[in-house]
T-cell receptor
Framework: NAGVTQTPKFQVLKTGQSMTLQCAQD?????MYWYRQDPGMGLRLIYY???????DKGEVPNGYNVSRLNKREFSLRLESAAPSQTSVYFCASSEFTEAFFGQGTRLTVV | AQSVTQLGSHVSVSEGALVLLRCNYS??????LFWYVQYPNQGLQLLLKYTTGATLVKGINGFEAEFKKSETSFHLTKPSAHMSDAAEYFCAVIHRGSNYKLTFGKGTLLTVNP
């Protein structure tokens, strides 16, 4: 039982490059999330998906896009990375009384 | 608006002292409530959760939390702090009246002094 799997674990990008962070869950959860974590700012919601095919902006969506192509997978895309997007990114899934997190992706944009 | 408030971004205690981390929520319907712990450079680990039933919930590592509906609170406690408890703690809720959406507090950094 893998839970929530995020890839990659570490990434260094140059400013202007693009990349996609992948997230998959095997718990049949409807809701999935992308958060970023920066020192002293807690977890800030980037995007949220309540179910397959639906997405909603969170607190800090600018510079990001997401895709929820199926129930298992929720990807986060940076089209043109900026140094301000240097952060640790967490994917999560939840269903009623359960919420689980991936191990995080540490992204550095230089 | 539904929200989660953690009072105190930084709490410092001595080893052996009581740990009290505060969490209040705002919701028209009592939510499901969670506490997560994050050790340095690691992911989030579930400490405990309240869904229904007994309002005093026991979790891992000697932590417990009590759901108080009248106070809209879910404070986390541990009778005696250990050095290994130093970490960041997040309170979270799943709002039953809003697509069962997960919402986090801003976190409380716990420091344990020898």
């Amino acid at each position: 039982n893998a839970g929530v799997t995020q890839t990659p674990k570490f990434q260094v990008l140059k400013t202007g490059q693009s990349m996609t962070l992948q997230c998959a869950q095997d718990m049949n959860h409807n809701s999935m999330y992308w958060y970023r974590q920066d020192p002293g700012m807690g977890l800030r919601l980037i995007y949220y998906s309540a179910s397959e095919g639906t997405t909603d902006k969170g607190e800090v969506p600018n510079g990001y896009n997401v895709s929820r192509l199926n129930k298992r997978e929720f990807s986060l895309r940076l089209e043109s990375a900026a140094p301000s997007q240097t952060s640790v990114y967490f994917c999560a899934s939840s269903e009623f009384t359960e919420a689980f997190f991936g191990q995080g992706t540490r992204l550095t944009v230089v | 608006a539904q929200s989660v408030t953690q009072l105190g971004s930084h709490v410092s205690v001595s080893e052996g002292a009581l740990v009290l981390l505060r969490c209040n929520y705002s919701s028209s319907v009592p939510p499901y409530l969670f506490w997560y712990v994050q050790y340095p450079n690691q992911g989030l680990q579930l400490l405990l959760k309240y869904t229904t039933g007994a309002t005093l919930v026991k979790g891992i590592n000697g932590f417990e939390a009590e759901f108080k509906k009248s106070e809209t609170s879910f404070h986390l406690t541990k009778p005696s702090a250990h050095m290994s408890d130093a970490a960041e703690y997040f309170c979270a809720v799943i709002h039953r009246g809003s697509n069962y959406k997960l919402t986090f507090g801003k976190g409380t950094l716990l420091t344990v002094n020898p």
